[in-house]
């Protein structure tokens, strides 16, 4: 063994090793270096906080920033009472990237397989996992997997939290009254590009307000309160107000639809109108559609025929026809005229409808019986040239002012035709050689029932926030026609549904007016043989007259087909309801008419 040695002198041996001071180069060195280094960061921040600041901040906010693009939605249509007639829902596209298919708590790098994300959404989709992995097929990005998804199934989507499943939100157009109201509101396509009725019309106006959205957001994501743009979160809630009440209207177009199907009639509309403003409370029409399907239907049902299609009105103009010579005194209030049931004009044979003579009757019995005859002896009191002003002063050969797409003017013969030829004015007094609109005949009506006042027929109130009630507009201060005139005329329309052809209509303790129409149909300028269309007006109530109702129906079949078996038991429907629904109390001063003597 090597003895160690002593203690003592290990230590000797530590001490021994002394501290050797370092050299001023040295320290010169690092001072320097240090020195450079805190240039070169002073240098650093200098060019991040002034020369790049800007391009920074830039990045800065485009992180922060959140920028949300209109998506092209459209105002909500209501009915007069705020019931929903069209809206927009949002739905969502679903699109798929399987290269980035990842499921919550998986690997950063793990790509799951297409069938494992369709075994997932097969259920929530309502299709197979083998539709949806026909759809992936073999593509990697931008795969449109599902469309018109609502906001609950996508809400569902999203909490699968599924990596590569993006949802796309877009505003579809929805019709919750499905085809009660098709004929006057149309409908969007699936381009969202308007077809017709008032989506078509009112385009520009049916559009919100919308602006993109722009501002920053804190790091949980919440909107922070600095550099945000007036208006920034404020909403365009103005929904389009309709005059039409969906009560009404689906009570009238079912009634409507049955005795169409009783008739076997090509179409039929009925109108209610307030004749001392021009509001529509109903404009129903049939055959009709579905705007929510509307590629099943035949694209000739998306016209509203009662603003678009002509028809010789008939006997239901004959009521007009004796206001105007009210009017301009060829006829009086008292005065009769001798009906013999044949009548020769201008070479032309001209009958009443059953071929009978009536004998000398007053003009309430004219009305009540429908004579042809008795028409023609009493317009014949009338100017032709006259009578033809009047016919144009009511518009007949002019498009109605309205808001209802693609109304039409009617036609009416030239005056050097209508004056020289006696034939014109036989057959315009008897209401045929001429053609109108069912809503233009109701508009005329509506100036009989107000005291001679013309309204503006429409089914718009205007733009209003939420679902506010819109009084109605002011009654016209245009009047044509003096109160005394119409108000006999509205009596001798009385004795029509007392004891005449519109008896059907007749409801105890209210007072109504009604006149009954069967008219040819011309076809190429001649009238064809059981072609016809049966209508009949009613103004209620008398004593203070509220509101017009019109139905037609074009070419009933059948031996039996009158505007008093055909339309008026639609009006009648109508009336009935119109009279609990407006809650019109009963006429105050009923009057039971005498029987009209001849």
């Known amino acids: 063994m090597i003895p160690l040695p002593p203690k003592r002198s290990r230590r000797r041996r530590l001490r021994a090793n002394s501290l050797e001071p370092i050299s001023s180069v040295r320290l010169r060195l690092i001072f320097l270096f240090l020195c450079f280094g805190l240039f070169g960061l002073i240098g650093r921040m200098t060019w991040l906080q002034v020369l790049q600041a800007p391009e920074l901040e830039a990045r800065a906010r485009a992180v922060q920033t959140q920028r949300i693009n209109p998506l092209g939605r459209r105002r909500s249509i209501v009915d007069r009472r705020g019931r929903l007639v069209a809206m927009d829902e949002e739905r969502f596209r679903l699109w798929a990237h399987p290269r980035y298919f990842n499921f919550p708590g998986d690997a950063p790098s793990l790509i799951r397989k297409p069938v494992d994300v369709a075994n997932k959404l097969s259920r929530l989709l309502g299709v197979s996992k083998y539709q949806l992995l026909n759809r992936l097929g073999d593509r990697a990005s931008g795969i449109n997997l599902a469309d018109g998804i ?66 920053r957001r804190g790091a949980d994501g919440t909107p922070l309160p600095d550099d945000l743009a007036p ?78 299609d002509l028809f010789e009105p008939g006997s239901t103009f004959k009521p007009i026809n004796l206001a105007l010579a009210l009017q301009e005194g060829a006829i009086h209030s008292k005065g009769s005229v001798n009906d013999t049931g044949k009548l020769s004009v201008g070479g032309w044979s ?56 693609g109304a039409v003017a009617g036609q009416l013969k030239m ?26 005949l109701a508009q005329l009506h509506a100036l009989i029932a107000n005291g001679g006042f013309v309204v503006r027929p429409h089914i718009t109130r205007g733009l209003k926030g939420g679902n506010e009630i819109v009084s109605s507009g002011p009654p016209s201060d245009f009047q044509i026609l003096r109160s005394e005139v119409t108000k006999t005329v509205l009596e001798w329309m009385e004795s029509v549904v007392e004891k005449g052809t519109a008896i059907g209509v007749k409801t105890p303790g209210y007072r109504i007016a009604g006149k009954t129409g069967t008219a040819q149909k011309a076809f190429n ?12 007006v009613a103004s209620l109530p008398v004593d203070n007259p509220r509101y017009v109702v019109l139905v037609a129906v074009d070419e009933p079949q059948g031996e039996h087909a009158y505007g008093s078996t055909v339309a008026v038991p639609v009006a009648k429907k109508i009336i009935d309801s119109l009279l609990v629904l407006e809650k019109i109390p009963p006429s105050s001063n009923k009057r039971v008419l005498q029987p009209a003597k001849g």
């Open 231 to 308: 208006g920034t979160f404020s909403e365009d809630d103005l929904n389009l107000h309709l005059t039409l009440d969906a009560r009404l209207q689906e009570l009238a177009a079912k009634a409507l639809a049955t005795e169409v199907s009783k008739w076997k009639a090509k179409k039929g509309v009925a109108i209610v109108m307030d004749v001392n403003n021009g509001e529509l409370l109903v404009l129903a029409s049939t055959p009709t559609y579905d705007p929510n399907k509307y590629w099943e239907f035949s694209p000739a049902l998306f016209r509203e025929w009662s603003v678009q």
């Open 415 to 440: 005056k050097d035709q209508f004056v020289s030829k006696p034939i014109e004015v036989a057959t315009a007094s008897y209401g045929q050689g001429f053609s109108l609109t069912p809503l233009k």
């Open 150 to 215: 609502d906001s609950e199934i996508a809400s569902e989507i999203k909490s699968l939290g599924i990596s590569g499943l993006d949802l796309e939100p877009y505003p579809q157009r929805v019709y919750p009254q499905g085809a009660l109201f098709a004929n006057v509101v149309g409908f969007l396509n699936q381009d969202r590009i308007p077809q017709a009725g008032l989506e078509q019309s009112l385009h520009k106006e049916l559009l919100r307000l919308e602006k993109a959205r722009v501002f």
């Open 350 to 405: 001209i009958y009443n409808h059953d071929r009978r003579a009536n004998g000398v009757i007053d003009f309430a019995r004219v009305l009540q019986v429908s004579s042809n005859v008795g028409m023609v002896k009493a317009m014949r009191q009338l100017k032709p040239s006259k009578y033809w002003d009047w016919l144009h002063r009511l518009g007949l050969d002019m498009r109605p002012q309205t808001d209802l797409p």
């Open 525 to 536: 300028g001649r009238y064809e043989t059981g072609a016809k269309i049966c209508s009949f």
